[in-house]
């Protein structure tokens, strides 16, 4: 079977750069999104989203007729499906937050009517344990007349694998070819139709395996990930009560072969590493002890940080008697959610910024390098540049390591004030 028409589902961060590398490759896509104007944005070779060389790789496969996006599903031989995995809206009862499957389902229904005998359905979205079956049942369900991988197996009509996406904001279209792809297939078969789509761009390894552990492998990188995370914020935590630089420690525990441990924040934000570990913490609540603390340890950085800068205006207070809270101006130093990107999301920098603006009767800079404009929603921020900041603010908060930080000789600031959340001045002396 070759795939002549490939629809993708859901047009975002992840679905429309894979929709634009299949486009490169001279495949015809079929791109669907719930949103009209980003189909409109897309339609005119233009995108609604910030992401390097993405920008050139639409515009050259809409113009030269491979990429075209709708509203409405049409008939293809692969769907794609990449959308949103959020959590539903929070219980009172639990404390642990639960996946939201609404999309996917939404999803299955809208392609239902159009998918046909031979189709290769496969869900890329992250999703929790059991997902890639739950969108089969649903498939089945609105399709009585076509067979299905777990009832028929090798024989059935359709084909379905879950296949996780893994590439870091920033790097998305590198990554999506060099990548290593786990390929998780209902069947054998399944898996093997998978691999031969994604070889129409991937040049990575593609790895095959059952749809369950493809589902459990991208949540544990991604918990692997934030349980180290926690481990050096916890880390910061105890250096700073023990009098410790914990940036020169985890550089001396580095050098032993077999240790690596990253690098402590403001927090962990973004749109994965904060939010996969509880859909493993969600399905096995009693077994996974060190996930969910460390997804505590992690939420509860920015608390501590605006700890440090209540105590540093106190300082700051005692050793200028003649002045109140009010002559106290705070610089935020980086709002994004990790350094040299435009994208805001889960933001554990902007959190932090916006809190302190609500409790600080004095001027707060934000000074971000990545973004014209913040927000509407966020108030109270003076948008200044880094020179301004150094030397008008009487506490400096360093939230994001951008490279127009590390650039401009941090350690000229007046080290006394100073609240660096990432190490900057051992880190990059
Ligand atoms: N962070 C630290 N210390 C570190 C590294 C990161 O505090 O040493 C913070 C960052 O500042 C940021 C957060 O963690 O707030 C997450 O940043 P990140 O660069 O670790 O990851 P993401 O969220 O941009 O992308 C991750 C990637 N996963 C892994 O590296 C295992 C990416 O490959 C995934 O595709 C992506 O999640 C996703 O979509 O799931």
Redesign the pocket.
């Known amino acids: 079977m070759s795939f002549d028409k490939i629809s993708v589902i859901g047009l975002g961060y992840i679905g429309l750069p894979t929709a634009a590398m299949f486009a490169s490759r001279k495949k015809k896509v079929i791109g669907v999104d719930v949103n009209p104007k980003a189909v409109d944005t897309i339609n005119q070779g233009q995108i609604h989203i910030v992401e390097p060389d993405l920008d050139m790789l639409v515009h050259a496969a809409v113009k030269e007729g491979y990429l075209r996006a709708s509203t409405k599903p049409e008939q293809a031989d692969a769907f794609l499906i990449a959308v949103p995995t959020p959590f539903l809206p929070k219980e009172n009862k639990s404390d642990i937050p639960q996946p939201d499957l609404s999309y996917i389902e939404s999803a299955a229904k809208s392609i239902a009517p159009v998918i046909k005998k031979g189709d290769l359905i496969i869900l890329e979205s ?1 999703s929790p344990v059991g997902a890639t079956e739950q969108l089969e049942q649903w498939l089945a369900e609105a399709r009585p007349d076509l067979t299905f991988p777990s009832s028929n197996g090798e024989s059935s009509d359709i084909r379905m694998a879950h296949c996780p ?5 920033g790097l998305v279209i590198k990554e999506l070819v060099e990548n290593d792809r786990v390929i998780g297939g209902l069947t054998n078969l399944c898996s093997q139709k998978a691999v031969e789509l994604y070889k129409t761009f991937v040049k990575g390894e593609c790895v095959i395996t059952n749809a369950r552990t493809a589902e459990m492998a991208k949540l544990t ?2 918990s ?2 934030d349980v180290n ?1 926690a481990f ?1 914020n916890e880390l910061s935590i105890i250096c700073d009560k023990l009098d410790i630089n914990v940036w020169e420690l985890i550089k001396l525990a580095n050098r032993h072969p077999r240790v690596n441990i ?4 403001p927090g ?3 749109h ?2 904060a939010v ?1 570990p509880w859909f493993i913490v969600s399905k096995t609540p009693e077994e996974a002890q060190l996930i969910r603390t460390a997804r505590k340890v992690n939420d509860s950085k920015p608390d501590w940080v605006i700890e440090k800068v209540k105590q540093a205006i106190g300082e700051y207070l005692l050793e200028n008697p003649d002045k109140t809270a009010k002559d106290v101006t705070i610089a935020c130093y980086g709002l994004t ?2 350094p040299d990107i435009d994208d805001l999301r889960e933001s ?1 920098a902007l959190e932090i910024t916006n809190r302190i603006a609500k409790m600080h009767p004095g001027t707060i800079f934000g000074i971000e390098p990545n973004i014209s404009q913040l927000p509407k929603h966020i108030k109270n921020i003076k948008r200044v540049n880094f020179e301004k900041a150094i030397q008008d603010a009487n506490i400096h908060l360093m939230m994001v390591d951008h490279k127009e930080f590390l650039e401009s000789k941090l350690s000229s600031m007046n080290n006394k004030f100073l609240v660096d959340t990432k190490g900057i001045e051992i880190r990059y002396p």
């Open positions: 992250t996406e893994r590439v870091l904001p990188e991604n692997f990930r995370i050096a990253l690098q402590p924040g962990v934000g973004g994965c590493i996969d959610f990790k554990p």
